[in-house]
């Protein structure tokens, strides 16, 4: 049993060709930029959207624990009496109740994900493993790994490898293809926008390379924050160095999802990020290809 919080069909810019990607919750980092904050805790929150209700009453009377009451206007859950039965976003005619993700065990993903398989045969895709961060609960990413491994079904991992190296091995075992982000090659600066430093994830990134399992790089660029020259130039650098002619993928920093952060009444980052200007994109993508690198724009 896991906790995720999407299963995406028909993705197409999570790997290869056509695929079911599965959005795991829980990440370690703390991105500045994360446009998916949903997926950032562990935990499954309830919120309530007041632009949304409709003022029917449903919800109040037919929770179970009695956790929601009315005051002032707005409904306010009991996090105390809350059993996270989910029954009030089931209910709400309005969908003014939503949740930040679902348990689910293996058989149930199993069940979405096979659901697709026609695609997958037709289009050479598979399954992509994402997040939040998939290595933070790693009972569930293994479990659903062997299983798609037993099924024929190529295996696509999107993760920052911020884990123990263990883990990692565990995981590439099982692994067809790693999709891992660098953001920025100065351990200090990458703490002060990810909350981590970048070592371990940099330690792996050689492990897996090791390895000799196949890795899609991707960098986030963001104006202010890494797309500088030097930082692209190290950043080229070091991944030339452990897996030459390897394949980059450029997610331009498009605006941050300010209206998920307001729903879930998590604050904007303190930060103001840009997308970087066509010509300073375009240097970013000369200055990599000059390293022997295949570099693909999106975001
Ligand atoms: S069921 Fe939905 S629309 Fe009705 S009161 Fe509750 S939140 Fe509002
Ligand atoms: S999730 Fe269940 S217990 Fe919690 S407020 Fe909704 S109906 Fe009540």
Redesign the pocket.
């Known amino acids: 049993m896991g906790r995720i919080f999407a299963i995406k069909k028909y993705a197409i810019h999570d790997g290869p060709n056509i695929r079911t990607t599965v959005f795991f919750k829980g990440c370690p980092l703390r991105c500045a930029w994360c446009h998916n904050p949903e997926g950032i805790s562990l935990f499954i929150d309830r919120i309530?959207i007041k632009n949304?209700?409709?003022?029917?009453?449903?919800?109040?009377d037919?929770c179970i624990s009695g956790a929601?009451f009315l005051k002032n206007g707005e409904?306010i859950r009991d996090g105390e009496r809350c059993v996270a039965c989910g029954h009030?976003v089931d209910?709400?005619?309005?969908?003014?109740?939503e949740s930040t993700g679902r348990e689910a065990d293996v058989n149930v993903i199993m069940e979405e994900i096979k659901k697709d398989i026609v695609f997958y045969d037709q289009s050479g895709g598979g399954v992509t493993f994402s997040g939040g961060e998939p290595l933070y609960q790693p009972h569930l990413l293994l479990e659903l790994l062997t299983v798609c491994k037993k099924s024929g079904i190529h295996r696509a991992v999107d993760t920052c490898v911020h884990a123990k190296a263990e883990l990692v091995k565990d995981v590439a075992a099982l692994t067809d293809l790693f999709l891992v982000d660098i953001k920025h090659m100065d351990s200090d600066v990458h703490e002060k926008f990810t909350g981590v430093s970048n070592g371990l994830i940099l330690e792996n990134i050689r492990l897996l390379a090791r390895m000799d399992k196949e890795i899609r790089f991707r960098i986030p660029l963001i104006e202010g924050v890494n797309s500088d020259p030097e930082n692209i130039e190290k950043t080229g650098r070091f991944i030339a160095g452990v897996a030459p002619e390897s394949r980059v993928d450029l997610l331009v920093y498009h605006e941050m999802a300010s209206s998920k952060y307001d729903k879930l009444g998590m604050p904007l980052s303190p930060f103001t990020f840009r997308k970087p200007k066509g010509k300073d994109i375009k240097r970013c993508v000369e200055q990599l290809e000059r390293l022997g690198l295949r570099v693909f724009k999106g975001g």
């Not at 209700?53 to 919800?59: K, L, Y």
């Not at 209910?91 to 109740?97: D, E, M, V, W």
Request: proline share 5%; hydrophobic share 50%.
């Open positions: 309530w949304k209700c409709i003022a029917c009453g449903q919800c109040l037919e929601l409904i009030c209910i709400c005619p309005a969908l003014a109740h």
